[in-house]
């Protein structure tokens, strides 16, 4: 398969000066915009044109000879009612509508100039102004020979008034009134001439925009055929072999070389592009294949900074770089954490055996340098400061921790057990502690102090330096194995205590093995004493005498409330005889449950004997050995109960 950025034979034309594709299109774009412009602007001008005409004869020229023809009217009016006002002396409406034309006239001017202003025709306008004159000419006569001269009756009955009146009329007002219609008459030709050509251009003003329309509409068809074949030709073609070269690629192939002549425009460039393109998909594809092969270290340069492909590749491989190492080091810290697990539950047993094998294990497994492991002791008198000792270490200078205790708050390592917070320096003291060897010594680059927390307890603390800067998921990884550790001493710690008080509890046992014969020996003694003295008189005073100063005695009835007891009774229980009286015997023993077993064993005719605590009246405690038989009569039925209380309240304390 052949490279596409191979140069074939022929492969450009070079000819001269060359327009790109771009600066064609703009070309084509450019002569239609022309083209779109001219129309918009003929018809911008023929719109402009029409509407000056439309609003010239709208505004100006109708209303214009609208109101010559009303002037006409109100001079033929005015004529009209000035032969009325002579010939008819009861014409009063008349002479009203005359005065009213008089009257009416100024504004009727105002009007009739504003629109002569308007008018284009400045000799139309001079006739106008004309026309002003005569008719004002006109009623001046009308006032001062008629309507001034023929206002009474009696003026109608003198001839002479009369004639002369109506000679004005014939030889002033009437070729007054014929002038001025002929100048109205020649005003009101000229501007419905006007109107006659406005219309005339307003109509060509359509009909030449409608030309024009048509025809640069037919050149915009032509430029646009052109431009389609000319784009056909020079840019829709070979976007095709682009596109057919850009198809291969997308399905992975390589495609091969057909030398299509390429101009030098942006389709070549397209070309070089693709050339480069498949140049960058070789690299990326053994980029890519690297990466799979799980070679993070790889190398590639991306096309540019711009390079999506290879710039995501790139991300890829630093992402799975970083999961690789966040796999390494969870797995790392599983691993760990399932080892120290299974070490410290297998192995706690003994405390320093125990801290020997977590503080080695713990120094290889993080690749620290040394170590130690110290723990809180357990005072017996807790009056005393607690302080912490150095249990075990590793390649750790421990003479001078040997004889020093570390108390709350001592250094650092007592500060990391008062606050419960680990530590985690990078820069040490030069005199707190250095890593020997035989070759010498140097201090490390991170120590790390981490308390042994279980429960918000500080068990102790452990110790970590190193060459090696810590790192914060290996700082993690102890903190999480410290609980386990504080777990384990812990459990250490309970079972030497446990084992400790096995001993001593069975020592106790034995001493109250001992007593309890003596004092099963005596029951039965008395019980047979009991038995003796009930078949002769059912008590003897005498070993009630006995019993009483040696035992505590306490008489209830069958349903086990007080009814007596000797004196030493009510001394250790430090109640008054009316107090005891009455009360029932659960109330006397601490545990209840134990109690109502005896009670229930009475209640059957059993013997009960078991050793319990009495309640004191000011709450103190008092072992004693219990031994409790019911009281029958003669006939075999039970008549009360007998407890009979041995103190061994001191025996206790000698043995503890």
Known sequence: MTDITQKPTKKRRNKGFTLSISQRILAGFAILIFFFMSNATFSLITLRDSAAITKNSYNVVNPSLEEIRNFKLLVTQSRMYTISWISSRTSDDDKDSLKKIHNDYPEFKDKLVQLQSKWENKQLAKTLDQVFTNFERLQKIQKEEIMNKIVEFDDYEDLITTSVASEIVDSQIFPLYKKIIAQLDQIALQKKKETENSQKDLIDSIKNQQLLTIILAVLSVMVGLGAYFITRRNIVDPIKYINSVFVKLGTGELPSEQGYPFKKDEIGEMADSAGKLVNGLRETSRFAESIGKGNYQASFTPLSDKDVLGNALLEMRDNLAKVAEEDRRRNWSTTGLARFGELVGKKATDLKNLSDLIISNLVKYVEANQGGLFIVEDLDNKSDEMYMSLVSCYAWDSKKYLEKRVYRGDGLTGQAWQEGETIHLTEIPNDYVSITSGLGEANPRSLLIVPLKLNEEVFGVVELASFNVFEEYEVKFVENIAESIASAIASVKTTERTNRL???????????????????????????????????????????????????????????????????????????????????????????????????????????????????????????????????????????????????????????
Request: no cysteine; net charge negative.
């Open 502 to 656: 096995l001993d001593e509890s069975t020592m106790m046992t034995e001493q109250m093995r001992s007593q309890e014969e003596e004092m099963r020996q005596n029951m039965e003694e008395l019980q047979a004493t009991q038995e003796s003295t009930e078949k002769s008189q059912y008590e003897s005073k005498e070993v009630n005498e006995l019993l009483e100063l040696t035992n505590l005695v306490i008489k209830t009835d069958t349903r086990f409330f007080i009814t007596s007891a000797n004196e030493l009774t009510e001394a250790k229980l430090q109640y008054e005889t009316a107090e005891l009286k009455g009360m029932a015997i659960e109330h006397v023993f601490e545990s209840y449950d134990k109690v109502e077993y005896a009670k229930s064993r009475l209640t059957k005719g059993h013997k009960y004997s078991e050793f319990l605590y009495l309640n004191t009246k000011s709450s103190d405690r008092i072992m004693v050995k219990v031994n409790a038989a019911a009281i029958r009569n003669e006939k075999g039925k039970i008549q009360h109960y007998l407890f009979l209380l041995n103190d061994i309240s001191g025996i206790n304390a000698e043995i503890a």
